[in-house]
């Protein structure tokens, strides 16, 4: 495992123009070496940051990515609790991406957070064009946010999917941050991927970035995350940022 990179930034705002541009330069390179850009972005604050200057950065080959989600909530497409509907209104609807190549979770079963798990993981290797039983499925990027718990994606402290190893796709019923079902990317899809980011802003998780970051307190979700062989990236303000060591 490669050591993580931790940038920090003055503003929020310097962080999603660093983004900008780490996005821009990753994509360029997957699509170079495998002809398209497979990223997973997560809700919250996330989306915002990551389209506010990529969304107008005519550089990018939008034509070639392939758009998931680390997780999702269970609702529709257009509850102002989806994820995809944040991604969609944050960047989707200002770029040329094409629809079908945006990988969401299936409408018809969102009332089953079961069955919408299994489906999106067949939808996941469906749209990656590999065999994904026998290995998680290898994202050139996926975007993560953290909570004050130290949960990333859909994955909560003393939950059991955090220790799920056999499935790329889990979902949960009993989520602590509302809404309660949701389905969520299992670490093992998280440590198979290129490129890992975490983009943490405002201040109030620097604790909690400390602890995962520099204590790797396997309590927390996060720590759990270590790409094999990917990059580890951390994408901070300077409140965020304040107890660590910055590259
Ligand atoms: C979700 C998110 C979740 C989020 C963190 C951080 O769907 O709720 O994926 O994991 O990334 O809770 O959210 P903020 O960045 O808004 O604090």
């Known amino acids: 495992m490669q050591q993580p990179k931790v940038y920090s930034f003055p503003n929020a705002d310097q962080v ?3 983004l900008d541009k780490f996005l821009a ?5 997957a699509i170079k070496q495998h002809g398209r850009f497979s990223v997973a972005f997560s809700g919250g604050s996330l989306p915002a940051t990551a389209a506010k200057y990529l969304k107008d950065n005519k ?7 392939f758009v998931f989600f680390s997780d999702e909530r269970c609702v529709e497409h257009t509850d102002a609790e989806s994820n995809y509907k944040l991604v969609k209104d944050e960047l989707l609807s ?7 190549q945006v990988i969401r979770i299936s409408e018809s079963l969102v009332n089953d957070s079961k069955l919408a798990a299994e489906d999106y993981d067949l939808q996941m290797s469906k749209a ?17 946010g953290i909570g004050p718990d130290g949960h990333t994606c859909s994955l909560f402290p003393g939950h059991p999917q955090v220790e799920e190893k056999s499935k790329w796709v889990t979902f949960i019923d009993d989520s602590p941050k509302p809404p309660a079902s949701r389905i969520t990317l299992t670490i093992p899809v998280l440590n198979q991927a290129k490129n890992v980011v975490f983009v943490v802003t405002g201040g109030s998780k620097s604790d909690t970035v400390k602890l995962i970051v520099d ?6 979700p996060a720590a759990h995350v270590a790409p094999s062989e990917g990059g580890l990236y951390w994408f901070l303000d300077d409140a965020t940022a304040k107890y660590l060591t910055v590259n």
């Open 16 to 18: 999603a123009q660093a």
């Open 25 to 29: 330069q990753a994509s360029a390179e």
């Open 59 to 65: 550089s990018v080959d939008f034509g070639k990515w």
């Open 94 to 100: 200002h770029v040329p991406i094409p629809d079908n």
């Open 128 to 144: 990656l064009g590999c065999d994904i039983v026998n290995q998680p499925p290898a994202f050139d990027c996926i975007l993560l």
């Open 215 to 220: 204590g790797r307190d396997q309590a927390l």
